[in-house]
Structure formats: C-alpha cells, structure tokens
C-alpha cells in the first residue's frame, strides 16, 4: 500500500468542539449584561446577554485544546459549524495551526 491509499487521519478523531457559557470577570459580564438590555430596548433580542465559547476538548482525557470567546449566541453557534467543519477536514496539526490551538499530549493512535 503506497501513502496515496492510506487513509488520513482527521482532527476529528482526536477533538470534540461543543458551546460552553463563557468564563468572564464580572466586569465582562456586566457590560455584556448591559449591552444586551440596549439592544432589547430598541427592538434587538438581547443575544449579547450571555456569552458563548466555542471549547475544543481531547476525546480521551477531555482535556481543554482551544476555547474561542464569541460576542453572543449567534456568533458561538456560527463559529462552532467552521470549527466543526475543519475538525473533519483537516489532520491535527493543521487544525491546531490553523486555530491556534494548544495540545500538550501525544496524538491518539
């Protein structure tokens, strides 16, 4: 079998990305807070409440890779579907270079 036929591995194999409440200062979250009464006020849905992030964990220890902060819920969800669509794409170190991501452990067999 050449390397033309061996399958590759994805990201995907080794990566799960899933949405998460943000971990921010009280500050943060209290402009956030703020923010998201302005926009309510003058008809928007107030989204920008809570804050999301979009947090890429290692299948087998759940380790915490890549965590991405988005300004609201849309945001999150939007960027969660090209992270997704990349962990099924690309090989580990092209996702992590691609992402910025930090893994410290060996990649799994």
């Known amino acids: 079998m050449n390397s033309a036929e061996l399958p590759q591995s994805h990201a995907a194999d080794e990566y799960e990305a899933d949405l998460e409440k943000s971990n921010e200062g009280p500050v943060r979250a209290a402009v956030r807070w703020a923010a998201g009464l302005v926009d309510g006020f003058f008809g928007g849905d107030g989204s920008e409440v809570v804050g999301a992030s979009v947090v890429v964990?290692?299948?087998?220890n759940k380790a915490e890779v890549l965590r991405l902060d988005a300004g609201?819920?849309?945001e999150a969800e939007s960027?969660?579907?090209?992270?997704?669509?990349?962990?099924?794409e690309l090989s580990h170190e092209e996702f992590l270079d691609r992402w910025g991501g930090r893994d410290s452990a060996e990649p799994v067999a």
């Open 72 to 74: 609201s819920i849309e």
């Open 57 to 60: 964990h290692r299948l087998d």
């Open 79 to 88: 960027l969660v579907v090209m992270v997704r669509s990349d962990l099924e």
